[in-house]
């Protein structure tokens, strides 16, 4: 903790309170008060750079009668590791939402935004399994990837995991990290060889076109989308969409703003039928895959509310600590 008006919590503070089961049922709460109106946020921010590529993202928020209201601010600059830097950063600001008093700042480096990425990956690829999971498929070989092996895989019960990745060197270095770990992992050489031996797979890419044909996608396989978050990214086939019983969505108009929703929509492809809310899903208010031989797909865009819950969360479990409590007298 740094020294300041105000507490100023690092990245190792904030890492060792937080768990895994703790981090998944409060981005599942989240998901699913953000689908009952529980959210009061306004439009994300968002700041987009060619030279070198990256983006920014500012979010903020509150759950209506809370006691915070919450800033995020995350950004990726995806040439940073041939920098020997880490591709993401960022920060979260929690405030007093009964004077506007700053409570404290988490210095998090982006990975709160990381971890609860991942929660929503997760628990969006959950959502949408069928019942036999033959592997996971992961297309991505960053950070985020790892995220998504790890924590998808524990929630679906299988340890078989495929990669594919732009940089074939990187998904070899993921997969060798994976197999350390535990894990059945492999790369792969194609997207098509992916889908040819996974029936859930979560795609966590920056492309701005499309890398998943339509030709690639079998009867019962969940794809997870989660790449697409800013104007211009884009995963998917159109078409994909367009052959799916059931489409996901954390937040609807969002997803036909800047997900892959939107082209599907550009593409005129009419959705609305297989359409339904992930947090409507997660109440049990709907239904994540109607048989196993449908195509599914979750579109994920991020949402303010996982922000505000795991900051609050975050800021509970730092300050009943000794330290915590020591700083707040």
Same mark, same amino acid.
């Given at each position: 903790?740094?020294?300041?008006?105000?507490? @100023?919590?690092?990245?190792?503070?904030?890492? $060792?309170?937080?768990?895994?089961?703790?981090?998944?049922?409060?981005?599942?709460? =989240?998901?699913?008060?953000?689908?009952?109106?529980?959210v009061v946020a306004a439009p994300s921010g968002e700041l987009l750079f060619q030279q070198p590529p990256g983006d920014c993202h500012i979010r903020f928020g509150y759950f209506r009668g809370g006691a915070v209201f919450v800033v995020k601010i995350a950004m990726g600059f995806y040439e940073n590791p041939a920098r020997g830097?880490? $591709? *993401? *950063?960022?920060?979260?600001?929690v405030f007093d939402a009964q004077t506007g008093k700053i409570i404290a700042v988490l210095n998090d480096e982006g990975w709160l935004t990381s971890w609860r990425t991942a929660a929503a990956g997760a628990l969006a690829a959950k959502a949408g399994a069928p019942s036999q999971i033959t592997a996971l498929g992961i297309l991505g070989s960053g950070h985020q990837a790892e995220h998504q092996a790890r924590w998808a895989s524990e929630i679906l019960g299988t340890d078989q995991v495929v990669i594919w990745g732009r940089d074939p060197a990187k998904a070899s270095r993921l997969v060798q990290s994976l197999c350390h770990q535990g894990f059945s992992a492999r790369t792969a050489a194609t997207v098509e060889e992916v889908f040819e031996h996974c029936n859930v797979v979560i795609?966590?890419? !920056?492309?701005?076109? =499309? @890398?998943?044909?339509?030709s690639a996608v079998k009867r019962g396989t969940h794809i997870v989308a989660m790449g697409a978050d800013s104007l211009g990214k884009q995963?998917?086939? !159109?078409?994909i969409l367009g052959l799916a019983r059931v489409i996901m969505t954390d937040d609807r108009q969002q997803c036909a703003q800047r997900g892959e929703l939107a082209h599907a929509i550009a593409a005129g492809l009419d959705?609305?039928?297989?359409?339904?809310?992930?947090?409507?899903?997660?109440?049990? *208010?709907g239904a994540g895959r109607i048989s196993d031989d449908d195509v599914t797909v979750a579109d994920?865009?991020?949402?303010?509310?996982?922000? @505000?819950?795991? =900051?609050t969360l975050a800021i509970e479990l730092i300050q009943s600590t000794p330290l915590g409590r020591s700083v707040q007298g």
């Open positions: 903790m740094t020294s300041a008006m105000f507490p @100023i919590y690092s990245l190792s503070e904030v890492r $060792t309170v937080l768990r895994r089961k703790d981090m998944l049922d409060v981005v599942r709460e =989240a998901i699913v008060r953000h689908s009952l109106g529980e830097l880490e $591709t *993401n *950063n960022g920060l979260m600001l795609t966590c890419t !920056p492309s701005t076109q =499309a @890398i998943v044909p339509v995963e998917l086939d !159109p078409r959705t609305s039928k297989a359409e339904v809310s992930l947090g409507q899903v997660l109440a049990g *208010n994920l865009t991020g949402l303010a509310a996982q922000d @505000i819950a795991i =900051a």
